[in-house]
């Protein structure tokens, strides 16, 4: 079985610093991999993902993240934080079955610091 | 293009009473459907999923049950509320293929008094 660890459930960045969100996965088989980005009182809204090819992804409002296979990892970085990217981020891990079945990571809420 | 519409937004019921929080996907057929859980402090806890009309499956035991009358319609119910069951849920929908992730619908925030 599949599992997400999101490692900090909370992370403060000052508006124009880096930002990295961290997530390690668990899978027997090749993962597909999902961040997700939520805003107060709102569904999830899908950043990026990963599932063949290219290991650094790009995805909206600058984020990109890398597969990193030897670390099992997929961590989520923006090169310079905006106050609009205070928000909870979820990672996510899909192994390809009989049906579709997502594994969402804790999440982490982002904090950024004016 | 495929939309996902999840309602009421906001719902305050009390303890005892019936739940019907109602989802509808426009826009593609024989979608796979799911119904999450986001309580405050935690995750996201899968309760429901339906890879098709009349297919429910339960991930958790609890007091809460769905269904899917309709290809493009999934309905998630209580006969009595417990506190316990406030919470925020979504519903979400995917195509078959495991690489095209969630798409999720805007949630419904219920408190139970």
């Known amino acids: 079985a599949q599992s997400v660890t999101q490692l900090g459930s909370h992370v403060s960045v000052s508006e124009g610093a880096l930002v990295l969100l961290r997530c390690n996965y668990s899978?027997?088989?090749?993962?597909?991999l999902f961040w997700y980005v939520q805003y107060p009182n709102q569904g999830l809204q899908l950043l990026l993902k990963y599932t063949t090819g290219a290991t650094l992804v790009k995805g909206i409002n600058g984020f990109e993240a890398e597969f990193k296979k030897s670390e099992t990892s997929f961590h989520l970085t923006k090169p310079s934080a905006h106050m609009s990217d205070a928000a909870e981020y979820f990672c996510a891990v899909i192994v390809s079955g009989g049906y579709q079945k997502v594994t969402f990571g804790t999440g982490t809420k982002l904090q950024v610091i004016p | 293009s495929q939309t996902i519409h999840q309602w009421p937004a906001t719902l305050v019921q009390p303890v005892g009473s019936p739940l019907s929080l109602e989802c509808t996907v426009e826009?593609?057929?024989?979608?796979?459907l799911y119904w999450y859980r986001q309580a405050a402090g935690r995750g996201l806890q899968l309760l429901f999923y339906s890879v098709g009309i009349g297919q429910i499956s339960s991930e958790v035991p609890q007091n809460l049950s769905a269904s899917r009358p309709q290809d493009r319609q999934f309905i998630l119910s209580s006969k009595k509320l417990l506190l316990s069951d406030s919470g925020f849920y979504l519903c979400?929908?995917?195509?078959?293929?495991?690489?095209?992730?969630?798409?999720f619908g805007s949630g419904t925030r219920l408190t139970v008094v």
């Open positions: 979400a929908w995917s195509h078959g293929g495991a690489n095209y992730g969630y798409t």
């Open positions: 899978s027997s088989v090749p993962p597909y």
């Open positions: 826009g593609t057929s024989n979608p796979n």
